[in-house]
């Protein structure tokens, strides 16, 4: 059965802080003191990588692992691992540099400021394909609204509550502000030549936007599809069922691409998809489940619930097919009790303080982590 899974592999960016939710930088010291783990340009958060799994079974292990290994250094420093994808309790006025010297970052802090410092979760997904990974990609441009909404985390910011369900995509700078839907690949190359050589892009890595193409020689050497667009999500379970409907997408247009990518099915031109997908993302940012989107295929609006429940009994023959089925179930509880956004924004209506929901959520993470197999001295970790 694993055979014919896509491999899959996961950038988790986390902030660190107090047990308050008060966001502490940190990063640089992890990065020196712990194997395994990068900075981002500001050091209020980090990033870790998982390696390559086709097996879902082996997938909550690979992500939480990393996690109980730096919140057991983090508590010697009197810090936590915070939730959400924004700086929530943060002070958004001020840059606080990871590395002074590093001349990239200094561009970054430059051009974006404090917009740029956010966590998230990037999904890879393995496919060697030329043709296939951009048929996946298109697909996935057009649908990734649907999983920014499972995922949205980010309500708050600046200890306020901000009218976004995912406050991160609004702020986070685009880049190219218009990315089109590839042709191929060497529409791919060409495309990437031209804003690097106008200045639109600084290098092969500056293309910031909902999904993209990525390998190991950019923009030539090409091996999976990343979606860059979801929110962190902490709970591994629902990160791992929203991983396979993606997954299940995308076995769907590498099966049948007659029927689902959208340059071969779909009643619009690619430009038109292109506006398309952008408006759907920024809707799903604002609104996440509960907005109103545009389906790919003849434009018309669709409620976003609604359009991820057809998605869901979609894919459910090909989930069971594959042996899929349990790692889809979480979604449906998503579906029915809201996003992280969404629950953290119904205990505000109900009396709680930003301050309270945070605490909270830090102690569901902790919990999370204890689930698996785990040593008696992580059980007691702060």
């Known amino acids: 059965m694993t055979r014919n899974r896509l491999l899959k592999g996961f950038e988790v960016e986390l902030f660190t802080g ?9 990063a640089a010291r992890a990065q020196r003191e712990l194997q395994g783990f990068v900075t981002e340009p500001d050091h209020r958060n ?16 690979a992500l939480l692992s990393p996690r109980r290994r730096l919140r057991h250094w983090l508590m010697e420093q009197g810090l936590t691992l915070l939730p959400g994808s924004t700086l929530s309790l943060g002070d958004t006025d001020r ?20 917009a740029v410092v956010t966590a998230s979760i990037h999904i890879n997904l393995g496919i060697a394909n030329p043709a296939e990974l951009f048929a996946a990609l298109r697909l996935v441009r057009c649908e990734a609204a649907l999983l920014l909404s499972l995922s949205a985390s980010s309500p708050f910011l600046n200890g306020r ?13 685009l880049t190219p502000a218009r990315v089109p839907l590839f042709l191929d690949h060497q529409h791919f190359i060409s495309w990437t030549n031209q ?13 910031w936007t909902s999904v993209r193409p990525n390998g190991p020689d950019r923009p030539q050497r090409l091996n999976r599809l990343e979606l860059r667009i979801c929110d962190l999500i902490t709970d591994p379970e629902v990160l791992i069922a929203v991983t396979t409907l993606l997954e299940l997408r995308v076995q769907q247009v590498l099966r049948d691409p007659e029927q689902h990518d959208p340059l071969r099915d779909s009643a619009l031109n690619l430009q038109q ?31 976003c619930r609604d359009w991820l429940e057809q998605l869901i009994d979609s894919v459910t023959p090909l989930a069971q097919e594959l042996g899929l089925k349990q790692q889809l179930d979480p979604l449906a509880a998503v579906l029915q009790n ?14 709680e303080s930003i301050e309270s929901v945070l605490r909270e959520s830090i102690t569901a993470m902790r919990e999370e982590e204890m689930r698996g197999v785990c040593t008696p001295a992580e059980r007691t970790l702060g």
């Open 195 to 207: 804003q690097i050589q106008a200045g639109a892009m600084h290098n092969v890595r500056h293309l």
């Open 95 to 114: 840059f606080e540099r990871s590395d002074p010297e590093n001349t990239y970052h200094s561009l970054i802090e430059a051009t974006y400021g404090t």
């Open 18 to 26: 107090r047990p308050d939710g008060r966001n502490v930088g940190i």
């Open 273 to 303: 998809l292109e506006e398309l997908s952008m408006s759907n993302d920024r809707a799903a940012a604002r609104s996440s489940l509960e907005a109103t989107l545009h389906n790919w295929r003849d434009g018309r609006e669709r409620f």
């Open 338 to 351: 809201g996003n992280q956004a969404m629950r953290w924004l119904q205990s505000i209506d109900s009396g």
């Open 46 to 61: 980090l990033e870790y990588v998982t390696d390559p799994l086709a097996d879902y079974d082996a997938i909550p292990e």
């Open 161 to 173: 509550i901000t009218g976004a369900h995912s406050q991160r995509w609004l702020q986070f700078p």
